[in-house]
């Protein structure tokens, strides 16, 4: 069931550790079918050294097994409840790289500061509230998935494609997994510049120009980066 998109989410799980955003078991990729409303996701706990694609859980919207011997991911209802709200996407990826999961620690914001940001996130790349100790003590990871959906009140998901959990870490998604992949190093890029920029001139500034320019140079009807598709 689902092979092909077993074998995508297995690659994309395995594209985290070779862009080095995860180390033994601290992240996770799913991949939904939008036809069947089923998704794929990385089994839980499972070394990354051992992982096979025939390993991947599949599961339904309400985080029923639908097939695989081995439990899902703890995370598996974050990541429905972003499906749910989210329509557009198809990919989600949680990790706990280094960067950005400092500045989710520090309860802050990544500002749009620069053009690599802008190239990708339209707005400064947001962390949520403090969870309430109802939400932490009850359906924990579901309710993580309901603070995501919440900071994006007023936000377009597509146009910021990442969040960050307070003192947690980060969330990204995309079309597919493989650009939820994308999206999330490019997070980790961007918290790391952001690091040392503010460390260099905590005063900095952004011109709010560059970052509608840079954004719309690769999305929206105007976009002219790289070639035409055929």
Known sequence: MLEALKEKVYKANMDLVKHGLVIFTWGNVSGID?????????PSGVSYETMKASDMVVVDLDGNIVEGDLRPSSDTPTHLILYKAFPEIGGVVHTHSTYATAW??????????GTTHADYFHEAIPCTADMTEEEVKGQYELETGNVIVKRFEGINPVHTPGVLVKNHGPFS???DADEAVYNAV????VAKMASIA???NPNLTMNPYLIEKHFSRKHGPNAYY?????
């Open 198 to 200: 503010y460390a260099v």
């Open 104 to 113: 989710a620690q520090a309860g802050c914001d990544i500002p749009n500061i």
């Open 34 to 42: 939008r036809e069947s409303g089923l998704v794929v996701i990385k």
């Open 186 to 189: 490019v997070m980790e890029q």
């Open 226 to 230: 790289g070639q035409k598709k055929k």
């Open 173 to 175: 998604w995309g079309k």
